[in-house]
């Protein structure tokens, strides 16, 4: 068996002038789920729109499941599923002969096409709406169909593109614990995502990109410990003396609008410090996390 699912090198997409792609290079280990993160615009979809040959690369080498995307868009089509950022249900069929009418793209026979579709939609938790139509749905039940219809050919590599965008807290963690089932089943899964509690609960392994170029790679916590420390210390008044109190001592900060943010390995003594010093200033601590990295190493503005 293979142990890389995904090669890219120097991988680059161009569309005119514009690189959304920059020199990219990864891989993804055969049975983790890998993360894609990335402010909008990122490039995280023409990335992986390249990877399940959609699109051809402007530049680099691609290699899916041990072939190269070049010549071989055909034989790794047939062992990947996709889900892409957009919901593309065909709206006139039932949730069932939206699963079986996929399935014959991939030359599955009609009665192999319907057990597997029930079964992938009771795997849902989608049994019961078998056959509705995709309008009578909400969108979280919409996702859980595109998920199930992207199994259908029991592909090696689940490629997803942002998949609880848009889903509310309950759909969400129910599509998540899916992914567990499958990725405990061995599944190898690519993700991108904007929630990085998706990703830190679901990725073994992820990068971020800044403007189609790779800004870090790593497992979540450690990049926590790497970029942030354990702690955060937040103090959300009295900015100005907080922010001179803190440089007289050397400690490392970011001005957030009104807030001023610490981050450091153990935060117990400052923040009794901050405390002490100022009584009424409101100073929280808590645990560093994957949002605390993402900002920090994108940036906090807003972008178009
Ligand atoms: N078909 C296209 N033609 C021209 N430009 C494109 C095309 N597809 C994407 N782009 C541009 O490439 C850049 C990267 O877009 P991409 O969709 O890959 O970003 P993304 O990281 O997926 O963003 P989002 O989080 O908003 O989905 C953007 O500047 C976008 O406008
Ligand atoms: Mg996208």
């Given at each position: 068996?293979?142990?890389?699912?995904?090669?890219?090198?120097?991988?680059?997409?161009?569309?005119?002038?514009?690189?959304?792609?920059?020199?990219?290079?990864?891989?993804?280990?055969?049975?983790?789920?890998?993360?894609?993160?990335?402010?909008?615009?990122?490039?995280?979809?023409?990335?992986?729109?390249?990877?399940?040959?959609?699109?051809?690369?402007?530049?680099?080498?691609?290699?899916?499941?041990?072939?190269?995307?070049?010549?071989?868009?055909?034989?790794?089509?047939?062992?990947?599923?996709?889900?892409?950022?957009?919901?593309?249900?065909?709206?006139?069929?039932?949730?069932?002969?939206?699963?079986?009418?996929?399935?014959?793209?991939?030359?599955?026979?009609?009665?192999?096409?319907?057990?597997?579709?029930?079964?992938?939609?009771?795997?849902?938790?989608?049994?019961?709406?078998?056959?509705?139509?995709?309008?009578?749905?909400?969108?979280?039940?919409?996702?859980?169909?595109?998920?199930?219809?992207?199994?259908?050919?029991?592909?090696?590599?689940?490629?997803?593109?942002?998949?609880?965008?848009?889903?509310?807290?309950?759909?969400?963690?129910?599509?998540?614990?899916?992914?567990?089932?499958?990725?405990?089943?061995?599944?190898?899964?690519?993700?991108?995502?904007?929630?990085?509690?998706?990703?830190?609960?679901?990725?073994?392994?992820?990068?971020?990109?800044?403007?189609?170029?790779?800004?870090?790679?790593?497992?979540?916590?450690?990049?926590?410990?790497?970029?942030?420390?354990?702690?955060?210390i937040?103090?959300?008044?009295?900015?100005?003396?907080?922010?001179?109190?803190?440089?007289?001592?050397?400690?490392?900060?970011?001005?957030?609008?009104?807030?001023?943010?610490?981050?450091?390995?153990?935060g117990e003594e400052l923040c009794g410090r901050i405390k002490e010093r100022?009584?009424?200033?409101?100073c929280?601590m808590?645990?560093?996390?994957?949002?605390?990295?993402?900002?920090?190493?994108?940036?906090?503005?807003?972008?178009?």
């Amino acid at each position: 068996m293979i142990d890389i699912v995904v090669e890219a090198k120097n991988l680059r997409k161009t569309f005119g002038g514009l690189v959304a792609v920059d020199d990219l290079s990864f891989s993804v280990m055969t049975g983790e789920c890998f993360g894609i993160l990335g402010p909008n615009g990122a490039g995280k979809t023409s990335t992986i729109k390249m990877i399940y040959a959609f699109s051809p690369p402007s530049g680099g080498t691609l290699n899916v499941l041990g072939m190269d995307i070049s010549r071989h868009a055909r034989a790794i089509k047939a062992k990947i599923g996709v889900c892409q950022q957009e919901n593309n249900l065909d709206p006139d069929l039932t949730v069932l002969k939206n699963l079986e009418v996929f399935a014959s793209y991939f030359n599955i026979p009609a009665a192999e096409a319907k057990r597997r579709s029930r079964e992938l939609l009771e795997l849902m938790a989608m049994e019961g709406r078998a056959a509705s139509k995709p309008v009578e749905l909400s969108g979280g039940m919409i996702r859980r169909v595109v998920v199930a219809r992207a199994l259908i050919n029991r592909p090696e590599l689940l490629i997803l593109d942002e998949p609880t965008t848009g889903l509310d807290p309950q759909s969400r963690h129910q599509l998540w614990e899916r992914l567990d089932v499958l990725k405990h089943n061995g599944l190898s899964i690519l993700l991108t995502t904007h929630n990085m509690d998706e990703a830190a609960r679901l990725c073994d392994r992820l990068i971020i990109v800044d403007r189609g170029r790779l800004v870090v790679e790593g497992r979540p916590p450690e990049l926590v410990r790497r970029h942030v420390g354990r702690h955060i210390i937040e103090i959300t008044d009295h900015n100005e003396p907080v922010r001179a109190f803190l440089r007289e001592r050397n400690v490392p900060f970011e001005s957030v609008g009104h807030r001023t943010l610490v981050g450091l390995e153990n935060g117990e003594e400052l923040c009794g410090r901050i405390k002490e010093r100022f009584p009424d200033a409101a100073c929280t601590m808590r645990m560093a996390n994957l949002e605390d990295v993402f900002l920090r190493l994108t940036g906090r503005e807003l972008r178009e």
